[in-house]
């Protein structure tokens, strides 16, 4: 089945500090949602973006979905944007395919 | 505009026990799927349901059931409890399945422990 692989697992940063997480996916997918999970499990939407960019806020996503790898960009990085952060492809139409997730932990 | 809730928010339960989970879906939304958030991993798919029935199953044993009601909301059944059941339980809801623009909203969770 496809594999689903997110780098770094483990990120720490400074506050104000800039990030890149990724997102390499090993098959054609129909879709790829991020999502930022907070402490208490509660799995957030940021962004639905099986190719292209997007932006919202500090927040900045780019999917390639021909070189099958999205990118999901963090400026200006707050406390408040710790936690963990997943890739989501949707295969076959129907099947969802969750990466392991890159821990982020932003210090004042 | 109520995202999805989920039922109950957290459960206790032994080995050898049944539990049944519940979720209904975003207003709008006709897809319901299933997931099983082991701790410190990443979602595992479960099953979705569309139109009262199972549209595709992961990788899980037959302990694991669903339903669907003619509401759209959706019920998930574990039978036989076994210790590595304990999980954090999410449920997601989208339009239909297959469409252009498949978005999964999802619920805060139901956390099981099984003891």
């Known amino acids: 089945g496809i594999q689903v692989e997110q780098s770094p697992p483990d990120l720490i940063l400074q506050e104000g500090a800039n990030s890149t997480l990724r997102c390499n996916f090993s098959?054609?997918?129909?879709?790829l949602q991020w999502f930022h999970q907070n402490p208490w499990g509660q799995l957030i939407n940021l962004f639905y973006?099986?190719?292209g960019t997007k932006q919202n806020g500090r927040l900045s996503a780019t999917t390639v979905a021909t070189e099958r790898y999205s990118l999901l960009y963090i400026s200006s990085s707050q406390t408040t944007d710790s936690g963990v952060y997943f890739c989501?492809?949707?295969?076959?139409?129907?099947?969802?395919?969750f990466g392991a997730g890159t821990r982020l932990f932003v210090k004042a | 505009d109520a995202g999805v809730t989920q039922s109950p928010t957290h459960l206790i339960k032994t080995r050898g026990q049944q539990v049944t989970l519940r979720c209904s879906p975003k207003?709008?939304?006709?897809?319901v799927s299933w997931y099983q958030q082991a701790l410190g991993q990443g979602p595992q798919f479960i099953f979705q349901?569309?139109?009262?029935?199972?549209?595709q199953r992961g990788n899980f044993p037959d302990r694991f059931s669903g339903h669907q009601f003619p509401n759209y909301s959706s019920e998930l059944n574990v039978n036989a409890l076994l210790l590595g059941d304990s999980a954090l339980y999410l449920c997601?809801?989208?339009?239909?399945?297959?469409?252009?623009?498949?978005?999964?909203?999802f619920g805060p969770g139901t956390r099981l422990t099984v003891l």
């Open positions: 997601a809801s989208s339009l239909k399945a297959g469409t252009s623009r498949n978005e999964q909203f």
């Open positions: 349901y569309y139109e009262e029935e199972e549209r």
């Open positions: 207003s709008g939304h006709d897809t």
């Open positions: 973006i099986p190719s």
């Open positions: 989501a492809v949707e295969v076959g139409g129907f099947k969802t395919i």
């Open positions: 098959d054609s997918v129909n879709n």
